[in-house]
């Protein structure tokens, strides 16, 4: 289906393109979507909360069990889909699911499921699940194929709620809402361990990272876009704001496609 643009891409940090068209058969909210084996998986919550389509304009519901399926990546061959309680399901095509042995939750830590990213260094790709426990603390499991041996990595992270996380010359970088000290984001050199800091003078919190081109660039809820041309940006004074054209609306995801948008 296609409809009127209803959104803009920011490209080069500051400058806007083309356009976007609606696709009415994603209902519900859409929590997270996933390429790979030639199909898109989308992931949400009702009415329709798993779908896949080979071209990502005709989506196809699946018939799954009726949960908050809050994010889905694709990695080591596979589709990966976590639930808000850390139930995990994985497929090889997005169609035919199977049950696969949840990150966290043998060790009774239901706090809500917050993201699932396959990343890392060329040939140590691992699935890192980002949630928590009913005190309030955070914490990453990693497993190198999303159906097994998950593993706990950093116990006790400052609650800062984590939206996104991703990786390049060798840092990991996780962001997500204030926490204590204001920090919203996090990195890691070895993705285990990790050391919380805050980007810009920033009170809403901070939704997306994606780097590119030289260029980290992190989008935030209330209209702001920072960037850092650092190899490592692992202080608040390597982040610049962003000048861009006044747009409605929230920033909160940004990703980098090879071309530079």
Avoid at 236 to 246: G, I
């Amino acid at each position: 289906s296609s409809g009127t643009p209803e959104t803009s891409a920011i490209t080069n940090v500051a400058t806007v393109v083309g356009g976007w068209n609606g696709f009415t058969q994603l209902v519900g909210e859409a929590n997270g979507i996933a390429y790979g084996n030639g199909m898109y998986v989308s992931a949400g919550n009702s009415p329709r909360q798993l779908m896949y389509s080979p071209d990502a304009v005709s989506w196809t519901t699946v018939d799954i069990a009726t949960k908050t399926w809050v994010d889905v990546a694709f990695g080591d061959g596979k589709f990966v889909l976590v639930a808000d309680n850390h139930e995990t399901l994985y497929s090889s095509n997005g169609i035919d699911w199977i049950e696969g042995s949840a990150g966290g939750r043998e060790n009774n830590y239901e706090h809500p499921t917050q993201f699932i990213r396959y990343l890392g260094p060329v040939g140590s790709e691992k699935f890192y699940l980002f949630g928590g426990n009913t005190a309030g603390n955070k914490y990453f499991w990693t497993s190198t194929d999303g159906v097994t041996g998950w593993t706990q990595q950093q116990p006790g992270l400052p609650p800062t709620t984590g939206y996104d996380m991703t990786y390049a010359n060798g840092l990991y970088l996780v962001v997500g809402k204030l926490g204590p000290g204001n920090a919203n984001t996090m990195y890691s050199t070895d993705g285990v361990n990790f050391v919380s800091y805050r980007i810009g003078q920033l009170t809403q919190g901070n939704y997306g990272i994606a780097y590119g081109n030289g260029v980290w660039v992190a989008s935030v809820g209330e209209e702001q876009l920072w960037y850092s041309t650092k190899y490592n940006p692992t202080l608040a004074e390597h982040w610049t704001q962003a000048t861009y054209p006044n747009l409605a609306g929230n920033f909160y995801q940004v990703r980098y496609d090879g071309i530079g948008t």
